[in-house]
């Protein structure tokens, strides 16, 4: 099928083989590109630190363009105040600061709703639509970033750091709120005004305000288990230094 900005496009299914295998290329290079660039020297890295953060930047007037221009939404509803977007905001202060909590918070706030809204785009067609390509090219953004600070630099959250950006979340959550109440209707960031239309896990909750009583414990949540695999490869990692280090002495 030729690429037409006019479409006619496929509506999205996320069964789909088309939606499989761009979710994979997705990953294939999230994960390749880090290890590419981490052949080459500190100059290089640099540059590509540059490229980083044009990228951020280039996918804000896009998203503002796409969306707008080409599907009628409000410009309120598509500032960069998801979870996501600061995440992004987050990787670009990282790469320029390399402050190890920064990255932390970018890696909670990106790796669990990037990942979530790379696998369940809320898109209405699939690929090769604008909306589609927009969306995952947006969130893949957001895990490089994350993949390229753990490949190149090493980084990896703290246990602590769990309740450390569960805090800082909880004194942004007010923000939030106060910019979707100034906004007004549709702004619904982090879903704090109302639940989200359509079959989800949300539906299940108290109806606003009262399921964000429910939201809070449920995000610290995710949080927690977005911690596992690091958990589990530290244990993996000291469980291999001990066995190595038992046949070092025995050999």
Not at 35 to 42: D, M, P, T, V
Request: proline share 7%; charged share 10%; net charge positive.
């Amino acid at each position: 099928m030729a690429l037409s900005l006019e479409g006619p496009w496929i509506p999205f299914e996320i069964f789909s083989f088309r939606h499989g295998f761009c979710v994979a290329m997705s990953l294939f290079f999230i994960l390749y590109i880090p290890r590419l660039i981490a052949a080459a020297n500190g100059r290089a890295i640099k540059y590509v630190v540059f490229i980083y953060t044009a990228l951020v930047v280039h996918l804000q007037f896009l998203e503002l363009h796409v969306f707008t221009t080409m599907y009628g939404r409000e410009w309120k509803t598509i500032l960069p105040l998801q979870l996501c977007d600061f995440s992004a905001a987050a990787m670009v202060i990282y790469f320029f600061t390399r402050k190890r909590f920064v990255f932390s918070c970018a890696y909670f706030w990106g790796i669990p709703f990037a990942g979530m809204a790379m696998l369940t785009p809320n898109s209405l067609y699939g690929f090769p639509s604008p909306d589609y390509l927009v969306h995952q090219y947006g969130h893949a953004i957001v895990l490089l970033g994350i993949s390229m600070a753990m490949c190149l630099f090493g980084e990896k959250p703290t246990q602590k750091d769990i309740f450390k950006v569960s805090l800082l979340t909880l004194i942004l959550l007010p923000v939030v709120y106060l910019i979707n109440y100034f906004l007004g209707e549709p702004a619904n960031y982090w879903f704090l005004l109302s639940k989200p239309t359509g079959d989800n896990l949300m539906g299940l909750m108290p109806a606003a305000p009262y399921h964000v009583v429910v939201l809070i414990p449920l995000t610290i949540l995710v949080f927690a288990a977005s911690f596992l695999p690091v958990h589990l490869r530290n244990k993996l990692w000291s469980h291999t230094q001990v066995v190595h280090g038992g046949e070092e002495k025995n050999p």
